[in-house]
């Protein structure tokens, strides 16, 4: 929008300077006024000289409606429009037009990065339990069956060979084992722990994705309301250009003005319908955008309600402006990821201390009880069991603890550095977001008096335009300069809310 205003300006300055450059030389053709004389005190003055009577009427005060009505022009205004481009079809079982909380709620249900992020979640999970593990029993039944078939060596008497029969055995056996570790120093413990703030950091971060994805949501919803009035303002623009013609053809068939006055009027007119077809062109890009944020195909023509009134102030704003200390200490205690910075010190901790206690003796109780057969024939069976306690003392691992130890302290060591960056991160997150939501709040406040007072100066040049008392140049400044209150009126409005959102966001405090 900023840039169609530029190239809107920059021409009808162009057409002023050279409309006030042409002023003291009549252009060759073009009929001359030369002002009335002025009477001499006590003579009366030349008759008045009443306006035509055909000349139009001044275009009523510009207001602009809900962003979201429809224009009721095809896609492009101007041109040659290419089917299946532009408008698509409407959602299939859901409104056409969404609320943000609707909205928020379809991309919460329809956005795969949430899928991946709970995925993510119940790995770590999965990690807490395998962790857990260390501290349960283990039962295990052995069963087996072994043949053995065995000659025997013979020898030699008297030329002929003694060969001993062949011994042939068979055994049974099946036996149940038990074992349970009774202290290894806190190592499983230290596990434990580690693999539960890491799962507690990953739920954080889902917390923190849903945020995300409806910050995401806002963002793209207020965008689209954004370009949906912005196209709004281009349609107004032309519509103000046409009026501005029609005055000037009445201001030639008055005499008033030359006949090539028409072309500089005509330039903004064109110049106003490219940028209506820009506008378009943004609007459904930005209706694309809001589609896709909310995991819809980008060809949906889903529409975001306009939940801000036209000539809103900033007390429409409900969200109160706290301090700088006072937003940093909510950020601090409802930003997930935060806490999960937070967390993943205290399990890199936890880690370290488990891979210190690498080396440390382990004590665990064994038990066992079976049946085994004792003849060869697979009979006799009789019963044995056993009880005892194993200790295990490591001496040498060939450096395997010291390697975990020390990658376990770089870990922390960078656990440490990813939480003062968050914290720094956050804080100015926080003084911007601030900053920014009150210049909203204040700009949104000013904007209302530079809508009304444009609308005042364009009706006024046009009512003098009519009298013939102004020039062509001062009516062409009164339409920029209601076009730009116009566009600084629509920047204003859903700046406030995208501010709004932002701080919600930067705070925590953006989703239920």
Known sequence: MNSRLLIHTAGVAAAAFALAFAASTPARGASTHQPAPVAAAGTPGPPAVLPPSNLPTPYPEVTLGPANAPTSL????????????????APSGLPQIVTLKQAEDIAFARVPTLASAR?????????????????L?????????????????????SGFV????????????????????IWDGGKIAASIRSASYAETASVDNYKRDLQTVAYNVAQAYYNALLAERSTAVAVETVKLDLVQEDLVRASIRAGTEAPTDLATAQLPTAQARVA?????????????????????DSNTFIEPYDDTPVNSTGSVSTIPVPSYDKALVRAYAL???????????????????????????????SASFGTASTNSQAGAYLNNNSI?????????????????????????DNSNAELETARQNLQLAVKQALVNLVAARSQLDEVQAEVAKANEVLRATQAQY?????TLPLLLNAQVGITQALVDQVSAVYSLRQAEQTYLYTVGANTP
Do not use: C, W
Not at 74 to 89: E, I, Q, T
Not at 137 to 157: D, I, K, V, Y
Not at 162 to 181: C, F, I, M
Not at 276 to 296: P, S
């Open 74 to 89: 095809p896609f492009p205004a101007y041109g040659s429009p290419v089917p299946g481009v532009g408008k698509g079809p």
């Open 137 to 157: 029993p283990s039962l295990a039944g052995t069963g087996s069956t072994t043949h053995t078939n065995e000659q025997n060596g013979g020898s030699t008497r």
């Open 388 to 412: 005892g306690l194993v200790l295990s003392v490591p001496l040498y691992d060939q450096g395997i603890t010291a390697a975990n130890v020390l990658q376990a302290r770089y870990t922390l």
């Open 119 to 135: 995925a993510d979640a119940g790995i770590a999970h999965a990690a807490v339990r395998l962790a857990q593990t260390g501290y």
């Open 466 to 470: 009519r009298a013939g008392v102004t």
């Open 162 to 181: 003694t060969v001993a029969p062949e011994y042939n055995t068979t055994d049974n056996s099946l036996s149940v084992g038990l074992k349970q570790l």
């Open 335 to 365: 930003r997930p990821d935060f806490d999960a910075s937070l967390r993943t010190v205290q399990s890199s901790q936890a880690a370290l201390r488990s891979a210190k206690l690498g080396l440390f003796p382990t004590l665990s109780g």
């Open 276 to 296: 209506l077809v820009k506008a378009q062109a943004t609007e459904y890009d930005a209706i694309a955008t809001f589609a896709n944020a909310m995991g819809l």
